[in-house]
């Protein structure tokens, strides 16, 4: 349930790959920890002792929405610092216990999070990366990724759920190849645009890496966690007090932690139906804006997405410029990915290895769905769509492609 805040100001909110509204009772359940309930969890008294069991119990909610025990989840600060800590964490361990497993791979769709910090640990402790192509629908060539995993591959992450496109990978099979060829090498997936769409089991996914992040499922901003499956070993990132069993220090953002928990609780609850609902209004928009905008293109797979997520390239179109006329009647959604929107406006890394045209590319749009949209608003946007592109187009003199 959203606040009144949340749902009064006019916006139809399509933007929700990119950040969520806070539900009621997460807010709920965060305010005594705002107010009141202000200790510090490591220290002994009894208000050191609230936040602390705020901690667990929200451990334990995490635990239950991706399936594992409550000693397998390490809070962070968000989907960003789980990727880092997974990654940087790995190669520090590797560098110093297996040198020669110098490898790591990933995929060419990856959010910056993992791409960066890739990059990092390449230049900083002499890695060589692997990227593995995309195919035109953004799934991962099989056969490719079978080839690249050898003896020497120390680390593997690839992307459960794409955040521009919402195709979603078969990380199961993935998994089960580079365990096949090399037992030792580690699978990591970010799953941060999985979580509350998709069910989600890491023993079934049977990888040893996962990274969530809060204010994706209608949760607070500042938590996140990392499944590190038991047995497995990260070098810390972050150095300090020793909490989180002394993988990542730091004084707990409990708040934050504690919305977190309750929204995977709540995420546990609703996802089946929250999915199949969102997953009816996705098709319904798809057909419609493929039936009746011309010119119109579909990005990512079909079949293999999420159900949030809807991906467009409208030829004739600059994407931003929708944008902005789209924001103008208070609607809002993104071009690609928005979390990469304050760097310099560059082509999405994702469309490009999907092999889109420069055109296509920059003429994109992404919808996210929320639990909280209806068809009502979806047919709003739509009709502002059908009116501000061909409006568009008659002002850039279109003529198709195929012309
Ligand atoms: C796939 C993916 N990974 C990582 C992140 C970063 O997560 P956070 O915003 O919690 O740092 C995002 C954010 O959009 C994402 O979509």
Redesign the pocket.
């Known amino acids: 349930m959203l606040t009144n805040e949340s749902k009064s100001n006019n916006f139809i909110y399509l933007d929700n ?3 969520t509204p806070i539900d009621k009772e997460v807010i709920d359940e965060m305010l005594p920890y705002l107010t009141c309930s202000y200790g510090n969890p490591s220290s002994l008294h009894k208000l050191g002792r609230v936040s602390r069991q705020g901690i667990l119990n929200s451990r334990l909610k995490v635990s239950k929405l991706i399936g594992c025990s409550i000693s397998e989840v390490y809070f962070t ?7 880092n800590l997974a990654l940087a964490g790995c190669a520090k361990l590797i560098k110093k216990t297996n040198p020669l497993c110098n490898k790591i791979m990933v995929s060419e769709i ?5 791409l960066e910090t890739i990059s990092n640990i390449e230049k900083e402790m002499k890695f060589n990366v692997d990227f593995i192509p995309a195919n035109k629908d953004g799934l991962i060539n099989e056969e490719k990724f079978r080839e690249l995993v050898t003896l020497e591959t120390g680390v593997i992450s690839i ?1 459960l ?3 521009e496109i919402g195709t979603i990978q078969p990380i199961k099979k993935l998994a089960e190849i580079a365990k096949d060829k090399n037992k030792k090498t580690i699978f990591h997936t ?4 999985a979580l509350g769409k998709i069910p989600l089991d890491v023993k079934d996914l049977n990888i040893d890496l996962l ?1 969530i ?4 499922i209608n949760g607070p ?1 500042g938590a ?1 966690a990392l499944y590190i499956k038991r047995g497995v070993n990260l070098e810390p990132i972050l150095f300090g007090g020793g909490q989180e069993n002394k993988l990542r220090s730091g004084t707990e953002n409990v708040p934050s932690i504690v919305g977190f928990g309750k929204a995977c609780e709540i995420a546990t609850m609703k996802l089946e139906a929250n999915k199949n609902r969102i997953k009816e209004i996705q098709s319904y928009a798809i057909k419609r804006i493929i039936n009746e905008i011309a010119y119109s293109k579909l990005n990512g797979s079909k079949k293999q997405r999420v159900p949030n997520n809807i991906n467009f390239s409208f030829q004739g179109i600059n994407g931003e410029v929708l944008l902005i006329k789209l924001d103008e009647n208070e609607i809002a959604l993104s071009t690609g ?3 990469s929107s304050n760097k310099k406006q560059k082509a999405s890394h994702v469309l490009k290895a999907l092999g889109l045209s420069h055109k296509d590319i920059t003429g994109s749009i992404r919808l996210s769905l929320g639990y909280q949209n209806t068809k009502e608003e979806l047919d709003i946007t739509i009709t502002k769509l059908k009116e501000i592109i061909s409006e568009l187009r008659k002002l850039n003199e279109f003529e198709s492609e195929s012309n």
């Open positions: 790959a990119a950040s600060s968000g989907g960003t610092e789980s990727n990856e959010h910056d999070s993992i992307m759920v794409n955040n970010d799953a941060i645009q990274s992040s809060s204010h994706k901003k996140g990915s928005a979390c």
